[in-house]
């Protein structure tokens, strides 16, 4: 199967971390393009024109991080926990990932179209979601599952887009989160690549 992915996209990696985390690399071929120079092979796959884009052997495409996970989780034979309470944490952390896509948008239009009610709505949603995680995942048993993952995902990509949030102050369960996913290869393997 092939996942079209980008570097940048913290959606993508999410997939990407998990066909590693799940043995599959070797049976997912990762093939980059830029949503936004309009790649045909993405068009093709994917009229929605977003990544990441699964295309299985037989042409059928998935789109949507959380479905082509639990595709691979599946393929894999559902090694991790996947309760409600996962599920409750995914749907937390693609929030906080969607808000954060959506403010490093806003940031990058010209100055003069720049909303700022936008970017201050979506800074103060990224906050009252933080809380609310670092509240859900003080007693979490492994950062291994989806919910765990999509979270440090998000934080990660924070530090990439949003690092003036300064969101780790007073946040120790979020901060120990993302150091055990940062500590992992498939992780480091999946970094955007320097000056992106
Ligand atoms: N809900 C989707 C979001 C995917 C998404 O928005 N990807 C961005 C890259 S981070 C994209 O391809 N944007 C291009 C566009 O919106 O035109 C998912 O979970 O896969």
């Known amino acids: 199967m092939k996942l079209i992915i980008s570097t940048t996209s913290p959606y993508s990696r999410k997939c990407r971390v998990m066909a590693r985390e799940l043995g ?6 990762e ?3 830029h949503p936004f120079d309009d790649d045909p092979a993405l068009l093709q796959a994917n009229p929605l024109g977003r990544v990441p884009c699964l295309v299985l052997d037989d042409g059928q495409a998935f789109t949507e991080s959380g479905l082509i996970a639990d595709y691979l989780c599946e393929q894999a034979g559902e090694p991790w926990p996947r309760g409600w309470n996962d599920r409750r944490l995914e749907a937390l952390g693609s929030g906080l990932l969607d808000l954060t896509v959506a403010r490093r948008v806003e940031m990058v239009r010209d100055e003069g179209i720049q909303s700022e009610f936008w970017i201050q709505r979506r800074e103060r949603g990224i906050m009252r979601a933080i809380d609310e995680i670092e509240q859900a995942v003080g007693d979490l048993e492994s950062p291994l599952a989806q919910g765990p993952l999509t979270m440090a995902v998000a934080l990660a990509y924070m530090d990439f887009r949003y690092p003036e949030s300064g969101w780790r102050t007073g946040r120790p369960h979020l901060t120990a989160l993302l150091d ?4 992992r290869p498939s992780f480091r393997a999946t970094l955007p690549p320097a000056g992106t």
């Open 24 to 29: 599959l690399a070797d049976e997912v071929e």
């Open 180 to 183: 055990a996913w940062e500590s």
């Open 31 to 33: 093939i980059e393009a």
